[in-house]
């Protein structure tokens, strides 16, 4: 029996009972002063029966009973009241429960058996509460706002900024701005309100390497301030590339190639031959000024190596070898730059297939204003076939991986045209695109990646490193965050921690001073239609089971206090009483 | 009964006394409210009201209304008194019975008319007077005349005035030195001739070569004031009660003061940009004429142009250079000539419309001349005026008469030097001179003759410059007698054109004699066997040996030739001349190449026989350089994160951050120099986060964006980026390359 009780305050079990034994004491010490001995047990009796259920009607008792569960309503923020009435008059006695990000609905639940969620629906960190409970979530109010961004996180100085999103339900006139650090303009659109949903795009170039703040500025068609959520951005200082370009005879596409990467301090050697067994060898900002054979050891350091299709086919069988290995076990990247036979003929290392389209002439997408020449063939799709530049769906550059590394072509030619045309802009852009896709990936000791982009003050922040060391482990302030492993993936860890502070945070591994993680914390007062529209469609995924009408379970149910309360009314009454009888 | 009937007449003079104050606070108000609008002080406007009410009031006098004035006023302006009002003054006692009835009366009347008689005043003429004043005032102010009178004598407007901040936020305790007056006097190079100007403003913008003067003047004395301009310090001279600094202006930038009072505290100012402008090159705009113009020998050959010349600062002269050409060929003639324009050049004016006609006639211009000119023109600047050249124009008299010369098809370079008379000519003008000579006079014949041994002595130095020589004077000089004199004098003239076989040193065998000969020269030039010696005719490269020894003969026949043309014996000359002639055939033919006029037609090649030659001496080529890259505005940017961190960590800045700040300054303040406009506030900022401990926090973003916004666009550069690849990844990608 005793077994079944239990009291809804229980942790004011100990203060309840002492009060209520001092109160009993002093009852008992006013009965004995006043008549003496007389009747002194059962009085004592009746104020032990009082004072205990007084104490009852305090600390609330439950009691375990088998009931039968009805079904429950969630309310969570931005529900529809006429959801809930049609709700109210379908389902009879539905339990309608409130939910707060902050407060535990753990009790609440208990007592239902299947649940409606109205509304945004539950946070991502508060689905598990619904583990053991089939629940249909039927939505709410349309948000209103920004619901999807997406960018990089972490760039280059250079590259550019690039912002997708998409606005839900635009009114008309509203704009949004891209602003940098310092509140500088850098980008701007306007909304037309023609669509339910609209996609946007900003864009600016990243000047200075850092960890900056820039922001999405949301605002109505009088220019007033509806929103401005902050968008993280690590820009890093540029690392210079070890480039080795191989020729068979001295091109101008390679050498303006070779100009343009020497200039912005890369390392690049350079083999064009001459005549038979005679090779130029150019060097730049590197000590090597000289490569006979191609191997392992002379691959090793390079990141990217540019070769036309003839000197690729020349190449000795151990000069194939080495090099396939590099690129499958190190990574190395390969550039071919392709003859006419190239397309047709079958090469060493490249298993691209062609088809003659016939143009000789073609513009990018990127740049539609810009000429350029370009063999008269194009790639032809397949699974393996990643595109870097496309005109029309076109694939005019690409690349496949190939073990660790990765090995492209382009079908456009004599490039060199565009900085002679005055395009150099265009020209240093579009190697730039090729040679980042292509070259060698660092390998960092540790590599942190988020799971969601933005960390907000005291809600979980989940982060994931993949690393090496067998035994990671991640501090952050100096206290260890415990890493789970990956079952399947050996050298994937992930990890929860909740920011107490905002602005940059830091991640640090234990082993290695050097591999930190910064990540952005903000307040829960930014991005809000971001995550209204993220934890809509979380819910949407998890809650379309089937709906138990009823079902038995064990609950505690209160105990009427009503009851205590006639106890003590009469056991007082009593004690009033007897001295007057 | 009577003292009321009185009251009346007492109430009507109180009455009446108001409005005399009234008027004559009104005529003081005028004045008063003028005062006040031209931004007078308070107190001062209404001292001059009370001054001016005092003066009004001595003359309106309102004190000094007396009854007995009142009532006869009030007699005449009323029938109905009778005359009669005096005796409500009278007291009853002293009037008879008819007067007391007539008082009585007069009474009754007064009661009702009273109100109808209004005292005499200028209450309108005095409200005129306040409503001129103000409206003179509100037209002073609006029309802002009072501006045009106080800038004189005002040395500082609000507006332009220098503000300074105090360094150090303690510094605020004591209450700060004030500005009192600041001037800058620009005056410009003496050439412009402008007064200089004064003026508070401290943005200079002044011509290239100005004097600025600077006074700056505060009321307390201060320790000492600087000028801080370039990243260097200039300590401002005390003179008299004002601090002055004066500099010329030669290039852009930008200065700020600061000065220290007596009690250490620091204080610095605004940025102020100073900027140069250049005096610009005058402008020649040429006016009809074409840029190629041919007369016909039977027209008026006459050119008529326009010419509008400008210039900012004005013009100091303009000519025309012209240049005629007769001739063609080897035998060309050039004459320079600077002709002046048909319209005085008015020195200083800033346009100038000139006109000319050249008559080609006036020139001397024949058939087949051809006039080259230009215009010239200078401004005034100093010490080196700018100059600006017109485009040349041609004039030609078309020569009707000659014919062209066609290079012949074998002669593939033409080494002789085309302006000379050839030897073939001079032989045929010799020829002609002998044919001629009994036909003109001796003088003439002698005159020609010796013009023919110039002519001669050209080719002969035109020749031995080939070999090396060093020219005697110029070809063109004009005064060969001296030349001759000197040539005469040197002991033998063959000297040195001659190898001395008959010396009995001839193979060198001592080389004794030379070395005394030049015993200096030796010791001199230490260098000489190192040296490629350009200058000794015995080293020149320009020909081969027997060519050079063909050359020397040549030569030798022509000085000889000319010899005789000297003594006025062209006879005697011409197997000189005739033999130098086929010489110099001789050389020409040695020395021509001939080209194949169809083109190289070369044989097929053998396949077989492609790259089998021997490359012994073709070698591996090598070529390295280091082209590090340096990143432009390093401090700019390292500002930037800096400000970043300190925005978003509300920490205070260090004194790195300020080396920092000051050096990133350093570099706004190069971009600066070309748009002033658009650094200045983010260099002004800069400049006061390095100086002053207190700041806004706004100012730290507001530099942080202007920073940004000066930073140019970075070019696209490939980088090398990290990236994690998963083994499940790798499985999945090669199981995809598999099955490919």
């Given at each position: 029996?005793?077994?079944?009780?239990?009291?809804?305050?229980?942790?004011?079990?100990?203060?309840?009972?002492?009060?209520?034994?001092?109160?009993?004491?002093?009852?008992?010490?006013?009965?004995?002063?006043?008549?003496?001995?007389?009747?002194?047990?059962?009085?004592?009796?009746?104020?032990?029966?009082?004072?205990?259920?007084?104490?009852?009607?305090?600390?609330?008792?439950?009691?375990?009973?088998?009931?039968?569960?009805?079904?429950?309503?969630?309310?969570?923020?931005?529900?529809?009241?006429?959801?809930?009435?049609?709700?109210?008059?379908?389902?009879?006695?539905?339990?309608?429960?409130?939910?707060?990000?902050?407060?535990?609905?753990?009790?609440?639940?208990?007592?239902?058996?299947?649940?409606?969620?109205?509304?945004?629906?539950?946070?991502?960190?508060?689905?598990?509460?619904?583990?053991?409970?089939?629940?249909?979530?039927?939505?709410?109010?349309?948000?209103?706002?920004?619901?999807?961004?997406?960018?990089?996180?972490?760039?280059?100085?250079?590259?550019?900024?690039?912002?997708?999103?998409?606005?839900?339900?635009?009114?008309?006139?509203?704009?949004?701005?891209?602003?940098?650090?310092?509140?500088?303009?850098?980008?701007?659109?306007?909304?037309?309100?023609?669509?339910?949903?609209?996609?946007?795009?900003?864009?600016?170039?990243?000047?200075?390497?850092?960890?900056?703040?820039?922001?999405?500025?949301?605002?109505?068609?009088?220019?007033?301030?509806?929103?401005?959520?902050?968008?993280?951005?690590?820009?890093?200082?540029?690392?210079?590339?070890?480039?080795?370009?191989?020729?068979?005879?001295?091109?101008?596409?390679?050498?303006?190639?070779?100009?343009?990467?020497?200039?912005?301090?890369?390392?690049?050697?350079?083999?064009?031959?001459?005549?038979?067994?005679?090779?130029?060898?150019?060097?730049?900002?590197?000590?090597?000024?000289?490569?006979?054979?191609?191997?392992?050891?002379?691959?090793?350091?390079?990141?990217?190596?540019?070769?036309?299709?003839?000197?690729?086919?020349?190449?000795?069988?151990?000069?194939?070898?080495?090099?396939?290995?590099?690129?499958?076990?190190?990574?190395?990247?390969?550039?071919?730059?392709p003859?006419?036979?190239f397309f047709t003929?079958?090469?060493?290392?490249?298993?691209f297939t062609f088809s003659n389209d016939g143009n000789?002439?073609?513009?990018?997408?990127?740049?539609?204003?810009?000429?350029?020449?370009k063999h008269p063939f194009s790639f032809q799709e397949k699974?393996?076939l990643?595109?870097?530049?496309?005109v029309?769906q076109k694939i005019v550059?690409a690349?496949?991986?190939?073990?660790?590394?990765?090995?492209?072509t382009?079908v456009?030619?004599?490039?060199?045209?565009?900085?002679?045309?005055?395009?150099?802009?265009?020209?240093?852009?579009?190697?730039?695109?090729?040679?980042?896709?292509?070259?060698?990936?660092?390998?960092?000791?540790?590599?942190?990646?988020?799971?969601?982009?933005?960390?907000?003050?005291?809600?979980?922040?989940?982060?994931?490193?993949?690393?090496?060391?067998?035994?990671?482990?991640?501090?952050?302030?100096?206290?260890?965050?415990?890493?789970?492993?990956?079952?399947?993936?050996?050298?994937?860890?992930?990890?929860?921690?909740?920011?107490?502070?905002?602005?940059?945070?830091?991640?640090?591994?234990?082993?290695?001073?050097?591999?930190?993680?910064?990540?952005?914390?903000?307040?829960?007062?930014?991005?809000?239609?971001?995550?209204?529209?993220?934890?809509?469609?979380?819910?949407?995924?998890?809650?379309?089971?089937?709906?138990?009408?009823?079902?038995?379970?064990?609950?505690?149910?209160?105990?009427?206090?009503?009851?205590?309360?006639?106890?003590?009314?009469?056991?007082?009454?009593?004690?009033?009483?007897?001295?007057?009888? | 009964?009577?003292?009321?009937?009185?009251?009346?007449?007492?109430?009507?003079?109180?009455?009446?006394?108001?409005?005399?104050?009234?008027?004559?606070?009104?005529?003081?108000?005028?004045?008063?409210?003028?005062?006040?609008?031209?931004?007078?002080?308070?107190?001062?406007?209404?001292?001059?009201?009370?001054?001016?009410?005092?003066?009004?009031?001595?003359?309106?006098?309102?004190?000094?209304?007396?009854?007995?004035?009142?009532?006869?006023?009030?007699?005449?302006?009323?029938?109905?008194?009778?005359?009669?009002?005096?005796?409500?003054?009278?007291?009853?006692?002293?009037?008879?019975?008819?007067?007391?009835?007539?008082?009585?009366?007069?009474?009754?009347?007064?009661?009702?008319?009273?109100?109808?008689?209004?005292?005499?005043?200028?209450?309108?003429?005095?409200?005129?007077?306040?409503?001129?004043?103000?409206?003179?005032?509100?037209?002073?102010?609006?029309?802002?005349?009072?501006?045009?009178?106080?800038?004189?004598?005002?040395?500082?407007?609000?507006?332009?005035?220098?503000?300074?901040?105090?360094?150090?936020?303690?510094?605020?305790?004591?209450?700060?030195?004030?500005?009192?007056?600041?001037?800058?006097?620009?005056?410009?190079?003496?050439?412009?001739?402008?007064?200089?100007?004064?003026?508070?403003?401290?943005?200079?913008?002044?011509?290239?070569?100005?004097?600025?003067?600077?006074?700056?003047?505060?009321?307390?004395?201060?320790?000492?004031?600087?000028?801080?301009?370039?990243?260097?310090?200039?300590?401002?001279?005390?003179?008299?009660?004002?601090?002055?600094?004066?500099?010329?202006?030669?290039?852009?930038?930008?200065?700020?003061?600061?000065?220290?009072?007596?009690?250490?505290?620091?204080?610095?100012?605004?940025?102020?940009?100073?900027?140069?402008?250049?005096?610009?090159?005058?402008?020649?705009?040429?006016?009809?004429?074409?840029?190629?113009?041919?007369?016909?020998?039977?027209?008026?050959?006459?050119?008529?142009?326009?010419?509008?010349?400008?210039?900012?600062?004005?013009?100091?002269?303009?000519?025309?250079?012209?240049?005629?050409?007769?001739?063609?060929?080897?035998?060309?003639?050039?004459?320079?000539?600077?002709?002046?324009?048909?319209?005085?050049?008015?020195?200083?004016?800033?346009?100038?419309?000139?006109?000319?006609?050249?008559?080609?006639?006036?020139?001397?211009?024949?058939?087949?001349?051809?006039?080259?000119?230009?215009?010239?023109?200078?401004?005034?600047?100093?010490?080196?005026?700018?100059?600006?050249?017109?485009?040349?124009?041609?004039?030609?008299?078309?020569?009707?008469?000659?014919?062209?010369?066609?290079?012949?098809?074998?002669?593939?370079?033409?080494?002789?030097?085309?302006?000379?008379?050839?030897?073939?000519?001079?032989?045929?003008?010799?020829?002609?001179?002998?044919?001629?000579?009994?036909?003109?006079?001796?003088?003439?014949?002698?005159?020609?003759?010796?013009?023919?041994?110039?002519?001669?002595?050209?080719?002969?130095?035109?020749?031995?410059?080939?070999?090396?020589?060093?020219?005697?004077?110029?070809?063109?000089?004009?005064?060969?007698?001296?030349?001759?004199?000197?040539?005469?004098?040197?002991?033998?003239?063959?000297?040195?054109?001659?190898?001395?076989?008959?010396?009995?040193?001839?193979?060198?065998?001592?080389?004794?004699?030379?070395?005394?000969?030049?015993?200096?020269?030796?010791?001199?030039?230490?260098?000489?066997?190192?040296?490629?010696?350009?200058?000794?005719?015995?080293?020149?490269?320009?020909?081969?040996?027997?060519?050079?020894?063909?050359?020397?003969?040549?030569?030798?026949?022509?000085?000889?030739?000319?010899?005789?043309?000297?003594?006025?014996?062209?006879?005697?000359?011409?197997?000189?001349?005739?033999?130098?002639?086929?010489?110099?055939?001789?050389?020409?033919?040695?020395?021509?190449?001939?080209?194949?006029?169809?083109?190289?037609?070369?044989?097929?090649?053998?396949?077989?026989?492609?790259?089998?030659?021997?490359?012994?001496?073709?070698?591996?080529?090598?070529?390295?350089?280091?082209?590090?890259?340096?990143?432009?505005?390093?401090?700019?940017?390292?500002?930037?994160?800096?400000?970043?961190?300190?925005?978003?960590?509300?920490?205070?800045?260090?004194?790195?951050?300020?080396?920092?700040?000051?050096?990133?300054?350093?570099?706004?303040?190069?971009?600066?120099?070309?748009?002033?406009?658009?650094?200045?506030?983010?260099?002004?900022?800069?400049?006061?986060?390095?100086?002053?401990?207190?700041?806004?926090?706004?100012?730290?973003?507001?530099?942080?964006?202007?920073?940004?916004?000066?930073?140019?666009?970075?070019?696209?550069?490939?980088?090398?980026?990290?990236?994690?690849?998963?083994?499940?990844?790798?499985?999945?990608?090669?199981?995809?390359?598999?099955?490919?």
């Amino acid at each position: 029996m005793i077994d079944k009780v239990s009291f809804y305050y229980s942790h004011w079990i100990w203060i309840v009972t002492l009060i209520a034994i001092v109160l009993w004491i002093l009852l008992v010490w006013k009965e004995y002063s006043q008549s003496g001995k007389k009747r002194l047990f059962f009085k004592m009796v009746l104020a032990f029966l009082a004072i205990a259920s007084l104490a009852l009607i305090a600390l609330k008792p439950l009691i375990k009973t088998e009931a039968e569960l009805g079904l429950g309503v969630i309310l969570t923020h931005g529900y529809e009241n006429t959801q809930l009435d049609s709700l109210n008059r379908e389902y009879k006695e539905l339990k309608v429960i409130k939910y707060d990000p902050s407060n535990s609905i753990d009790r609440e639940l208990d007592s239902i058996s299947s649940a409606f969620i109205l509304g945004e629906g539950l946070r991502s960190f508060d689905i598990w509460q619904l583990d053991s409970i089939p629940a249909i979530y039927l939505g709410g109010t349309d948000v209103q706002g920004v619901i999807k961004t997406h960018y990089k996180p972490e760039n280059s100085v250079g590259d550019n900024l690039i912002i997708r999103g998409i606005y839900n339900k635009p009114k008309k006139g509203i704009q949004l701005f891209l602003e940098g650090p310092g509140g500088v303009l850098l980008d701007s659109v306007s909304l037309t309100s023609a669509s339910q949903k609209e996609g946007f795009q900003l864009k600016s170039s990243l000047k200075v390497a850092g960890n900056f703040i820039f922001s999405l500025v949301e605002k109505d068609s009088l220019g007033v301030g509806l929103s401005s959520d902050p968008l993280p951005v690590k820009v890093l200082e540029k690392k210079q590339l070890n480039i080795l370009l191989l020729n068979s005879f001295p091109t101008f596409e390679t050498k303006y190639l070779k100009n343009f990467l020497a200039e912005m301090g890369h390392q690049v050697l350079v083999k064009s031959r001459i005549t038979k067994g005679r090779y130029a060898f150019e060097s730049y900002n590197t000590e090597q000024s000289s490569l006979w054979t191609l191997s392992k050891s002379n691959l090793e350091p390079i990141d990217l190596l540019i070769i036309d299709a003839n000197s690729l086919n020349n190449l000795s069988q151990n000069e194939r070898s080495a090099l396939q290995g590099s690129i499958q076990e190190e990574g190395l990247g390969v550039f071919i730059q392709p003859d006419e036979g190239f397309f047709t003929a079958r090469n060493f290392l490249s298993s691209f297939t062609f088809s003659n389209d016939g143009n000789i002439e073609t513009r990018v997408d990127v740049w539609p204003n810009i000429k350029m020449e370009k063999h008269p063939f194009s790639f032809q799709e397949k699974i393996t076939l990643q595109p870097i530049q496309k005109v029309k769906q076109k694939i005019v550059s690409a690349f496949q991986q190939y073990g660790s590394g990765r090995i492209g072509t382009s079908v456009i030619q004599n490039t060199y045209q565009l900085v002679l045309d005055g395009h150099s802009f265009a020209y240093k852009e579009y190697w730039t695109e090729l040679i980042n896709k292509l070259s060698k990936k660092d390998n960092p000791l540790v590599f942190w990646e988020a799971t969601n982009q933005l960390a907000f003050i005291d809600e979980p922040f989940h982060f994931e490193i993949r690393t090496s060391q067998n035994n990671p482990v991640v501090t952050k302030d100096g206290n260890i965050i415990p890493l789970r492993r990956d079952v399947d993936i050996l050298n994937k860890w992930t990890g929860i921690t909740y920011p107490r502070e905002k602005g940059w945070n830091q991640l640090s591994l234990k082993a290695d001073s050097t591999a930190v993680y910064q990540y952005f914390v903000t307040d829960t007062s930014k991005w809000k239609s971001l995550v209204a529209n993220q934890s809509k469609e979380l819910n949407k995924r998890n809650f379309n089971n089937e709906l138990k009408k009823s079902a038995k379970s064990v609950i505690q149910k209160p105990i009427n206090r009503l009851w205590f309360f006639i106890v003590f009314l009469m056991s007082m009454g009593f004690l009033w009483l007897e001295p007057k009888l | 009964m009577r003292g009321s009937e009185k009251s009346i007449l007492v109430n009507f003079k109180k009455k009446w006394q108001l409005l005399l104050f009234v008027e004559t606070a009104l005529y003081a108000i005028g004045p008063a409210v003028l005062l006040l609008i031209l931004g007078a002080h308070v107190l001062l406007s209404i001292l001059a009201f009370f001054i001016i009410a005092l003066i009004v009031a001595a003359f309106i006098r309102p004190w000094n209304l007396s009854l007995q004035y009142i009532s006869s006023f009030i007699d005449q302006r009323s029938n109905a008194m009778e005359y009669s009002t005096g005796l409500l003054l009278v007291p009853k006692e002293n009037l008879s019975n008819l007067a007391q009835l007539q008082q009585y009366k007069v009474a009754d009347q007064l009661k009702n008319q009273i109100r109808d008689i209004k005292p005499k005043n200028h209450l309108l003429r005095a409200s005129i007077t306040v409503i001129t004043f103000i409206i003179i005032g509100l037209l002073i102010n609006q029309f802002s005349i009072t501006d045009y009178f106080q800038a004189s004598n005002n040395p500082i407007d609000q507006e332009n005035s220098i503000v300074f901040q105090p360094k150090d936020s303690a510094a605020i305790k004591i209450k700060p030195p004030v500005l009192k007056e600041q001037r800058v006097t620009i005056s410009y190079p003496s050439y412009i001739n402008t007064s200089p100007f004064s003026t508070s403003n401290m943005d200079i913008k002044a011509l290239e070569g100005s004097r600025i003067y600077w006074s700056i003047k505060f009321d307390t004395r201060v320790d000492s004031v600087a000028m801080e301009m370039a990243g260097n310090k200039h300590l401002l001279q005390m003179n008299k009660d004002s601090y002055t600094r004066s500099m010329i202006l030669n290039n852009s930038g930008f200065y700020n003061f600061l000065f220290q009072d007596t009690l250490g505290g620091s204080y610095v100012s605004e940025i102020y940009p100073l900027e140069v402008f250049k005096d610009q090159d005058p402008v020649i705009e040429m006016q009809g004429l074409e840029d190629f113009t041919t007369f016909d020998f039977n027209e008026p050959k006459k050119l008529r142009f326009k010419t509008l010349i400008t210039d900012d600062f004005g013009i100091s002269e303009a000519a025309i250079i012209a240049t005629v050409s007769k001739g063609s060929g080897e035998s060309v003639k050039f004459r320079e000539e600077k002709l002046s324009f048909d319209t005085p050049v008015n020195t200083g004016s800033k346009n100038l419309h000139l006109s000319k006609s050249i008559n080609l006639d006036s020139l001397k211009m024949e058939p087949g001349d051809e006039l080259y000119f230009y215009v010239e023109t200078s401004d005034l600047k100093q010490p080196v005026p700018n100059r600006t050249r017109s485009e040349t124009y041609f004039a030609v008299i078309r020569d009707t008469t000659s014919y062209d010369f066609a290079v012949e098809g074998t002669m593939g370079v033409d080494l002789m030097p085309a302006y000379f008379r050839s030897q073939r000519q001079l032989i045929i003008d010799t020829k002609k001179l002998i044919s001629e000579k009994s036909q003109i006079p001796k003088k003439t014949f002698n005159s020609r003759s010796n013009e023919l041994g110039f002519d001669q002595k050209a080719l002969r130095l035109k020749y031995g410059e080939f070999m090396g020589d060093e020219a005697e004077g110029s070809i063109g000089n004009t005064e060969e007698m001296p030349a001759l004199e000197q040539e005469v004098k040197s002991a033998d003239p063959l000297a040195e054109y001659s190898h001395n076989h008959d010396g009995s040193n001839e193979h060198n065998l001592v080389d004794q004699s030379e070395q005394d000969e030049h015993p200096d020269e030796e010791e001199k030039d230490p260098l000489h066997d190192y040296l490629h010696n350009h200058d000794d005719p015995e080293e020149s490269t320009l020909f081969t040996q027997s060519l050079k020894s063909k050359l020397r003969q040549a030569l030798n026949e022509m000085w000889d030739a000319e010899l005789h043309l000297r003594l006025y014996e062209p006879q005697k000359s011409l197997p000189f001349q005739n033999r130098a002639l086929n010489l110099l055939q001789e050389i020409k033919n040695s020395a021509r190449i001939y080209v194949h006029r169809i083109g190289f037609d070369p044989p097929p090649i053998k396949e077989d026989k492609r790259l089998t030659g021997t490359l012994e001496n073709v070698s591996n080529f090598r070529k390295t350089a280091d082209l590090e890259k340096q990143m432009d505005y390093p401090n700019m940017r390292q500002a930037v994160l800096r400000l970043e961190q300190l925005i978003t960590s509300n920490k205070s800045i260090t004194s790195d951050d300020r080396n920092l700040f000051e050096d990133a300054g350093n570099e706004l303040a190069g971009i600066a120099i070309d748009k002033p406009g658009n650094y200045l506030e983010t260099l002004q900022q800069l400049k006061w986060l390095t100086e002053i401990n207190q700041y806004n926090p706004e100012i730290l973003e507001s530099v942080q964006s202007g920073l940004l916004r000066a930073i140019p666009i970075a070019m696209p550069d490939p980088t090398k980026s990290s990236g994690a690849v998963g083994k499940l990844n790798e499985l999945l990608l090669k199981e995809l390359q598999d099955n490919d």
